[in-house]
């Protein structure tokens, strides 16, 4: 027991030193993979996320600069605070979260932990539902980019949208009678003022705006690169290709199960391949993408990991909310697409 007990512990000591020397084996191994992987990556990052995301990602943070939060939270504490269990200022994290996408809703509530405008409590729960995909990426990038049609965009962002508010409602009961497995007892809060900017601080706020938004999008095409090197070695290892196999015993095609596999990944890949799946049911993939934008994939959760670690965030609640985020767009996209027969999707019957 003591032998086995030495091995454990020697494995969980060099666990991420082995992970980073099997990547740096693989890079040299599958380098002509990779570097075609590498290349499509940084393509659907420049032609898809960039000009959907930066423009946004730079007025969120001139807004930060100014007293709108501040206000903001004052007018919606009235329902913030009974609903979702949060300051006003949590509705500035979700409405930013929701038109600018991933991560800027995290970057706001780590703002918020730093100015004393919420607790790590609060922050924690917020986490899960202020941080969505925005309506450019989901209606513009996946409806007419990937899939071709606005509609089935739009389909997809009202019913993400509503799975947000529902896991936020699902917080804020839960947060409401304490219960453990959502709660933190690291409370802080301090007097909160507002922000005032003059047009003489202009030349520097839209330089650190401008600064803080590129490396803000620098971070996200780097990390959908590293996951489109990882999915091609995957890939090369036949990786996805086995688990995809066993995932057909329960019903579920190769070509899908292989897309669910790259956007538990990395979502944008992820999403791509669906969309590019030839079968006549085109509302499973619907159903499937639904789930995938609420869930976001480990690339995205690395993304608010590597912000929320800052201030000592757990991420349990974030992971948690996300994958409820998921199921319940999944069955509200399934619930729209039953009930409206008048859409020409070719409607499942499950």
Request: proline share 2%; glycine share 8%; net charge positive.
């Amino acid at each position: 027991m003591n032998f086995l007990n030495k091995w454990i512990l020697i494995i969980k000591k060099n666990f991420l030193t082995t992970i980073f020397a099997l990547f740096l084996i693989f890079l040299v191994i599958f380098s002509q993979t990779n570097l075609f992987a590498a290349k499509n990556g940084l393509t659907l990052w420049a032609k898809n996320v960039v000009p959907s995301l930066f423009p946004f990602f730079i007025a969120t943070e001139l807004l930060n600069y100014t007293n709108i939060p501040y206000y903001l939270g004052k007018l919606t504490n009235k329902f913030m605070k009974p609903l979702f269990n949060v300051p006003g200022e949590g509705s500035y994290a979700f409405i930013m979260g929701i038109i600018s996408g991933y991560p800027v809703g995290a970057k706001i509530i780590n703002k918020f932990i730093e100015d004393g405008t919420c607790t790590k409590s609060e922050a924690e729960r917020m986490l899960a539902f202020t941080n969505n995909s925005g309506p450019l990426f989901i209606i513009g990038t996946v409806g007419i980019s990937l899939f071709g049609d606005s509609l089935i965009g739009i389909i997809l962002f009202i019913t993400h949208l509503l799975a947000c508010i529902t896991v936020g409602l699902i917080f804020g009961f839960i947060s409401k009678h304490n219960w453990s497995w959502i709660n933190s007892k690291r409370n802080y809060r301090n007097n909160i003022s507002a922000n005032s900017c003059n047009v003489s601080d202009l030349g520097n706020i839209l330089s650190n705006s401008i600064t803080n938004s590129i490396s803000t999008i620098l971070l996200i095409g780097g990390f959908i690169v590293l996951f489109s090197i990882i999915i091609s070695i995957f890939n090369n290892l036949n990786v996805i290709d086995f688990v995809a196999n066993l995932l057909s015993y329960f019903g579920i095609s190769n070509d899908l199960g292989k897309g669910i596999l790259i956007g538990l990944l990395e979502l944008t890949n992820g999403v791509n391949s669906i969309s590019m799946i030839h079968c006549k049911n085109m509302s499973l993939q619907i159903i499937t993408c639904a789930f995938l934008l609420g869930f976001a994939g480990l690339s995205i959760f690395l993304q608010i990991f590597s912000i929320a670690s800052k201030n000592n965030l757990s991420m349990r609640p974030y992971l948690i909310g996300k994958l409820l985020q998921g199921i319940i767009a999944a069955f509200y996209t399934f619930v729209i697409l039953q009930c409206c027969g008048s859409f020409y999707f070719n409607i499942i019957n499950l």
